[in-house]
């Protein structure tokens, strides 16, 4: 976005950021919420605290100091923006997109740093890594929430000064441990359902589809799920006969087996061409203490250039098509797309900040912004690739054939 463009917008903005006023008691405190938006919507390369504060004529320290200090109720801010979207983009048909970022640091300072897997370097790397929901209906999609990871290695340990000092500097609340991903997301989706964001279906990776016990929760809040999963859950397909066995068991013999007709789907374009996988659907009757009750339906998906396998697994109601099913297990395309624009476009990744109340300050603002930016574009009826329609094929194009 250009400067002639940001001064063109200052009329929306300020009617935008007027919704958040009541989160933030003092003037000062309003007035830097504006500076941050102007600074991660506006031209700069670089959208980190010293050069959105240089841009708008302020000690850096000031700027710092927002982000470290209380001053601003980000609950309510939350509560805010998760309205705003059911409100304005909400509908029956949404779709919740659990998945998690990193951003690669230096230093072991940082709130929630620590050797993990990094997908900005696709290796076990010294980052941070944040837990998202995000929401998809037609053609747009946006982050309801993102919290920072905190790994083991960060909890409490009174025996062990240097935790103590690095918690005490990141300001780590003494209530904040380490939570599992599955945990988090969790929490995240009960809020915004909560707030009042419409929806039924929720799709995720292998991690959280994974747990058993996580897909029986989200079942409890009355969602239907279609969850990657890992190739070694056990159980039957069709009927409980004999020893169970894992899915790539069952997948090797998928051309035997009694399952529904060969479907070929496209999902999106990428640099290389569309994405298209055969998948094929059955029943599936998992073998897990904590296994939601019931029959499962499985998908079976290969792709077809790359020949890459997945299983999905989803408490898919009776009746429901398996078209209408592959939509939500193939939407999980648009949180990745969610964090490309919110690193392009407003900058989720410059964040040089170092407190726990800092990041997650960061990672909320980033959500309201890239958000008005979303509501400008479907505003101006445009189609930019990068912004809300994640290009010109979206998850409610799936065209599916026997």
Partial sequence: MTGTELLQMADELEKYYAEFDSCCPRSEGRAMLRRYARGQLGPLERKSLEPIADAEGIDPRTLQFFFSNNGFDEAAALDLHQKRVARELGGPDGIFVIDETSDAKKGEWTAGVDKQYCGESGKLDNCIVSVHVAYVREDAHCLLDGELFLPESWNPDSSDPKITEKRERAKIP????????????????????????????????????????????????????????????????????????????????????????????????????????EVRRATFVEQAEAAPKGAQTLLLAWNVRTNERKFFLANAPRGMKTEALLKVAFSRWRVGRCFQDAKGEVGLNHAELRTYRGLRRHFLLTAINHYFLVTRVRRRGEKRSDVAAGGRRTAGDLGAES
């Fill in 174 to 277: 003494a209530d904040r441990i380490h939570e599992t991903k599955t945990v988090i997301a969790l929490r995240q989706l009960k809020r915004a359902r909560e707030n009042g964001v419409p929806g039924r279906y929720v799709t995720a990776d292998a991690l959280y589809g994974g747990a058993p016990w996580w897909r029986r929760a989200v079942a409890d809040l009355e969602l239907i799920y279609a969850v990657e999963v890992p190739s070694n859950v056990y159980g039957w397909i069709g009927a409980r006969d004999g020893k169970a066995k894992p899915l790539a068991h069952w997948a090797a013999k998928h051309r035997s087996l009694r399952c529904g007709p060969k479907k070929q789907v496209r999902t999106h374009e990428t640099e290389k061409g569309p994405e298209v996988w």
